[in-house]
Structures are given as structure tokens and as C-alpha cells.
């Protein structure tokens, strides 16, 4: 079973531009989470998405946002591209109570 | 809120020794408890989970970690490590239903092994 795969791997930007991030969970997994691992504040929680709608939202600014397709997997969208935004974006399903599935993330650098 | 605290942001031990990270939680009930663990670079890999039942939970490469409720506490612990344990541990909660869905997570624990 293939697990969470997120892409691209590395992904460059400059202030100010967009970033497109993407996500396909697990087979069968309706639900995608999206986490931001920056430096020095952890991991924080971004949004939810299941079945197609938002479900929940972390404590981030509206130009972070996403969607999901049918076929369940997502994209989180970051507008207006700010230095603080570099940091490692973690997309995870959750196969019913065996805990969170993460993938290998997208590393985000912006400049 | 929820809230998890993961005391120790680095700690050192000798390949052979046993290890114990301390994890301790801020919740209204008891909620669902997971610890992962980071290699550099890399995304985040599920060691263990509590959901309820007995309280000591066996989990993959040989750890475990003890819920105590009276102590909001979920430590992880690992007899004898190994070299190739040096990751960052993260300790999380959550609920499985409700509260949003999503997972709260402690700051870390840097974990380096001397050979």
C-alpha cells in the first residue's frame, strides 16, 4: 500500500510570489491534514480537509489555503510569499485509529 | 486548550544505555496520545499510539511508553538504544472525533547517541 506522497520535494520561491503544494494520501482516505514545521515553532496545525471541505483551520493568515479534489488528494495553496513562510509542509491521512500517516513533506524556501 | 510539553529539548545518551523522554499533557479528558519520531530531512514516522485499554503500549524498533493518568503523562522509553535512534521525538495529542481533528504537538526532544 503506497503511503502519503507529497510533492514537490524542495521547492524555491521568491517574497511575495505563490506556492502550490501538493498531497495524495493514503488509498482510500478521505481526509488530508496539512502541518507547517518551521523553525524554532514546531508543528502547527494548517488545515483539514475532508470529503471535499474544509473541516478545520490552524491559527494561519487567509493566504494559506487549499482545496481537495474527488479523488481526495489536496493542494495548499501560500500567497504572497513571506521569509517566515520556509519551512517544511507535512500532509498526513489518518487510516481510521492507527494514527496519523504522514509523507515525507515539501520543503519550502523562500528568498 | 490542549497542550503538550515536552521538557527536554536535547538529551545525550551512550549507545547501550536505556532512555526515557518525558511527555506531559494538558487536557480535559483523555485524549489520544502518539509519539513520532524526525530523521533529519525526512517526514514523520509513528512509533506508538494510545488510545485506551492497557496502559503501557509496545510500539515498533523496540520502544514503548506508559500512559499515566494521574501524572498526565505519556513517557517514552527504550531499554537499550541504538546508534541509528538519533532523531528528533515528538510526543502529540488528539482526538480521534471532534476537537477539530487535528493533532497538538510537543516541541521535540532532540535525541543524539555517542557511540
Known amino acids: 500500500e503506497a503511503g502519503v506522497t507529497q510533492s514537490p520535494t524542495h521547492l524555491i520561491k521568491t517574497r511575495g510570489q505563490q506556492a502550490t503544494l501538493r498531497c495524495s494520501p493514503i488509498s482510500g482516505h478521505t481526509s488530508v491534514y496539512w502541518y507547517q514545521q518551521a523553525l524554532g515553532l514546531g508543528l502547527q496545525f494548517l488545515l483539514w480537509y475532508d470529503e471535499g471541505e474544509e473541516r478545520n483551520r490552524g491559527n494561519f493568515p487567509p493566504r494559506f489555503s487549499g482545496r481537495q479534489f474527488p479523488n481526495y488528494s489536496s493542494e495548499l495553496n501560500v500567497n504572497a510569499l513571506e521569509l517566515e513562510d520556509s519551512a517544511l509542509y507535512l500532509c498526513a491521512s489518518r487510516p481510521g485509529e492507527s494514527g496519523y500517516t504522514f509523507g515525507s513533506g515539501t520543503r519550502l524556501t523562500v528568498v | ?115
Open chain 2, 1 to 115: 486548550a490542549q497542550s503538550v510539553t515536552q521538557p527536554d529539548i536535547h538529551i545525550t545518551v551512550s549507545e547501550g544505555a536505556s532512555l526515557e523522554l518525558r511527555c506531559n499533557y494538558s487536557y480535559g479528558a483523555t485524549p489520544y496520545l502518539f509519539w513520532y519520531v524526525q530523521s533529519p530531512g525526512q517526514g514523520l514516522q509513528l512509533l506508538l499510539k494510545y488510545f485506551s485499554g492497557d496502559t503501557l503500549v509496545q510500539g515498533i524498533k523496540g520502544f514503548e511508553a506508559e500512559f499515566k493518568r494521574s501524572q498526565s503523562s505519556f513517557n517514552l522509553r527504550k531499554p537499550s538504544v541504538h546508534w541509528s535512534d538519533a532523531a528528533e521525538y515528538f510526543c502529540a495529542v488528539g482526538l480521534l472525533t471532534g476537537g477539530g481533528n487535528k493533532l497538538t504537538f510537543g516541541t521535540g526532544t532532540q535525541l543524539k547517541v555517542e557511540l
